[in-house]
């Protein structure tokens, strides 16, 4: 079942100039194995969506992690961040999933989210779309998420990629003139033949140049694999790159593959505008006050089953404080319904409050 979640609020690593958050960001980013272990540093994958205003992410095995990961990022951008999440997708035993993570802020979704039905038995992975909109202009896009087979060969994959010309046409039909982008994992470089079909329905890459695919100890880049195809034209596309997040954490290609990706995310910006890759200033909340802080009860920063741990809040307050996000002063609990001075200050003597 498909659920569009409104996200619980990690930390502010990054500014984005208001240049870049006056035009949508949209992403594809392979997540490997997202929700397999405890190896994730989620605050590093938050720094790195929170560049995006909607990121397609593929390679999800899990959405508790899902929702882990949307919880960090709203809690670092201070916004709102929803998402949806496709069921377990795959042949045989082994299943991923595709969830869709936007900003409240500047993105919503209108309609059609579905996975395609794939009657001819052509995909490992069936792929996953759904309609959104701008906010600021209307504009409305339709999104399809795909992570193709990679399988032995290249030969394993090219019925996919051959495929995709079918599928192309199948979102046209689905959702008219909206705009489409297909985004995702191709396991397959642009200029191959077998993107002919696609290219011969006007379909175009994104991404020319450059690689996503990053090697595991000698800090290059390998396989131009991820991109967003589109209709030339169809959409006011003013920047198109690649995030080489490594550098922007500080990291080595080594640790980045083992605690956030081997996939860089691919993005293009719509009207104007372009991303801005300063990290954030000194005064902004940093990785060590946060863990000193794991032990209380942070009314920006906890989850909903932990808020409702403090006095008179239960499941229903606990929900609205996250809604009601970010909160300066902790007095004004008593505009939740039910706290009144008195319970507030049972709040305030149960000591499980975060101070400062």
Known sequence: MLRPRMLIPFLLFLIISPSALSSVSISSFNIKHLGWGDSKDFPALAQVISHFDLVAIQEVMSEDAVAKLAETVSSGTGEKWRYMTSHLIGRGSYKEAYTMMWRDSAVEYVDGAVVFIDNRDKYAREPFSARFREKA????????????????SVSDRTPEIRALADYWQWLGEVYGDTPRLLMGDFNYAPDGDAWQPLKALGAAPAITQGATTL??????????????WHTPGALPIAEAG?????????????????????????YVVLEGGELNLSRASSDSFDTSQAAANDSCIDLNRSNASTLAELPHIGTARANRIIESRPWRDVRNLTNLNGIGNGRLGDILDSGLLCTG
Do not use: C, K, Q
């Not at 490594?246 to 990291?251: A, E, R």
């Open 137 to 152: 202009t209307g504009l409305e896009f339709a999104v399809a998420n795909v992570h193709i087979l990679y399988g032995d």
């Open 242 to 266: 690649i995030l080489r997040f490594p550098d922007i954490l500080g990291i080595s290609h080594e640790e980045a593959r083992d605690t956030v990706s081997d996939h860089a995310p691919v």
């Open 215 to 228: 090697s595991p100890r000698d800090g290059r880049y390998a396989n131009l694999y991820d991109n967003i």
